[in-house]
């Protein structure tokens, strides 16, 4: 027999759920003539955020960005967020951003995550920070592909960089209808990108 909390948990997490996929609709970028549509006189740059973690119920990883446009942050979900990947090849546990940006020259100088923790019947948000610095240009009327950012939240957090570009472009046509890339400056980050 159910208490009437547990009933109020499942009902949570079923509204949750359903929030959450509302949300990743919410998420698709415009596309026109099976390209990403990008606003005029601004430019955009196209990320994927993932994340390894021991907690994939509460994990959560994302980027922070400076530039001419100020800060901006966005932050994947690992229980709600996947990139789909082609064929038989494992989904990446993460988001694929498309990021509108005024033209100009930016960096990445935060990759973060977090997890909920419980000790002695307390929970808790864990946090942590990895200084990143990552270099990119925006131009104006095009999508500079900056490849994956993978977020390790396991023992000793860091974040790595890697070209995923075959599993995101396909996660870019069988979910959003890009087919075709020719805006698309392919310049994946590369190194540590240490501060």
């Known amino acids: ?5 547990e009933r109020i948990m499942r009902r949570v997490i079923v509204v949750l759920a359903a929030l ?3 949300a990743c609709a919410a998420f698709r970028p415009k596309v026109e003539n099976g390209q990403f549509a990008v606003l005029p006189g601004q430019g955009a740059a196209l990320i994927a955020v993932t994340m390894t973690t021991f907690d994939p119920d509460t994990a959560q990883a994302g980027v922070v960005i400076n530039g001419v446009g100020g800060n901006t942050s966005v932050l994947a979900q690992q ?15 993460g988001r694929l951003f498309l990021i509108s940006l005024p033209p100009g020259d930016y960096r990445i100088t935060e990759a973060y995550g977090s997890w909920m923790q419980e000790i002695g019947g307390w929970r808790y948000r864990e946090y942590v920070n990895v ?4 270099p990119f240009h925006v131009d104006a009327g095009r999508v500079v592909y900056l490849g994956q950012m993978n977020v390790n939240l396991n023992y000793r957090p860091d974040a790595q960089t890697s070209d995923t570009r075959v599993r995101d472009l396909n996660h870019a046509q069988v979910l959003w209808g890009v087919t075709d ?8 980050l590369s190194g540590p990108g240490k501060p």
């Open 79 to 93: 229980l709600t967020d996947y990139i789909r990947a082609p064929g038989d090849e494992p989904d990446g546990k």
């Open 131 to 134: 200084p990143r610095n990552d």
């Open 1 to 5: 027999m159910q208490s009437s909390q």
């Open 181 to 188: 890339t020719s805006n698309i400056d392919f310049r994946p």
């Open 20 to 22: 959450a996929l509302t």
